[in-house]
């Protein structure tokens, strides 16, 4: 089972018009609602691979009960088990014209410590890759993010996690089997422009391993105590819908982690390598895909057959 933890979640609501007239009123010639948040998007692409996933986070109110609903309905095989919390799941409203797409994201609820701790605990019963993806609420604190890796890593879970700024130097500091930044996310964190160097700080911080999303040039992936980078890029230049692109490729990784040859760390370390292609073709063909958490399986496994991984030496 892949536990995919959406801190942040969102109904995701797209209105359509034929202008978006500023400071008038705009008629609306359709309504849309998905469940969104980079957690679901994952179980919703480890789901498509044949996997076992849940969905889990913090949800409030009645948004919060129309993401579990929508979500049930969409992909009735994803379990979920959600943190109920006191304040309203936000919304983001995407506005599209003819011309562009206008969005409005809502800040998310704010949860307590007592939220995270309950949501540390939902994973001490479990088995399979934990992956906590995306932003997190308004009240989080570094060390809520520790105690979910920690709870994790004494689960015997692996777990890997998205997301930016000051939380990348907590999640490797707590020991993190995979972090997953993108290039300006690394450079932001670090202050290193050169995604080696910036992945190698997170590696002497703790984390097991980096991979580092490259858009148009790929992945790289590095592991600790290994002076070897693996790259891996797509045969031809994409374009589309990158939004749940790098959610994509953490699902490809997660479920190379939920491979029984990935019990320990050799098994953890050389899952991830054989997953850097999948995950650079998954995240292509979510790409494709105009929707985020969708993914074209037979585009998938033709763009993976023309994917190779070069491996060279790096500076410990």
């Avoid at 819908?241 to 699902?251: I, K, L, Q, R, W």
């Amino acid at each position: 089972m892949i536990t995919a933890i959406t801190p942040n979640p969102a109904l995701d609501v797209t209105y359509e018009v034929d202008e978006l007239l500023l400071h008038r009123t705009t008629r609306v010639r359709a309504v849309h609602e998905r469940p969104g948040g980079k957690g679901v998007n994952v179980a919703r692409v480890a789901a498509a691979l044949g996997r076992r996933a849940e969905a889990s986070g913090f949800l409030g109110g009645r948004d919060g009960r129309a993401v579990a609903d929508l979500l049930t309905r969409i992909d009735p095989g994803i379990a979920q088990r959600w943190v109920p919390i006191d304040g309203t799941t936000r919304r983001t409203i995407a506005v599209v014209d003819a011309q562009d797409t206008s969005m409005l994201n809502e800040p998310g609820p704010a949860v307590t410590a007592g939220d995270w701790t309950r949501q540390a605990e939902l994973l001490a019963d479990g088995s399979g890759p934990v992956v906590v993806s995306g932003s997190m609420p308004p009240g989080s604190r570094p060390g809520d993010l520790s105690g979910v890796i920690a709870a994790a890593r004494a689960a015997g879970r692996p777990i890997i996690v998205d997301t930016s700024g000051p939380l990348l130097h907590a999640a490797a500091r707590a020991g993190a089997d995979l972090l997953k930044p993108n290039r300006d996310e690394l450079a932001a964190a670090t202050g290193l422009d050169d995604p080696v160097a910036g992945a190698r700080a997170l590696l002497d911080e703790g984390a097991s391993a980096v991979v580092v999303s490259l858009g148009a040039d790929g992945m790289l992936l590095l592991l600790a105590g290994r002076p070897i980078r693996w790259t891996a890029a797509p045969a031809r230049v994409l374009s589309g819908n990158p939004t749940g692109a790098g959610d994509a490729a953490v699902a490809a990784f997660a479920a190379g982690l939920d491979e029984g040859s990935a019990a320990d760390a050799v098994g953890r370390a050389e899952a991830l390598v054989q997953s850097l292609p999948k995950a650079v073709a998954l995240s292509g063909a979510a790409v494709l895909s105009p929707v985020a958490g969708e993914v074209d399986l037979n585009t998938y496994r033709e763009m993976l057959s023309r994917i190779t991984v070069t491996e060279d030496e790096h500076a410990d």
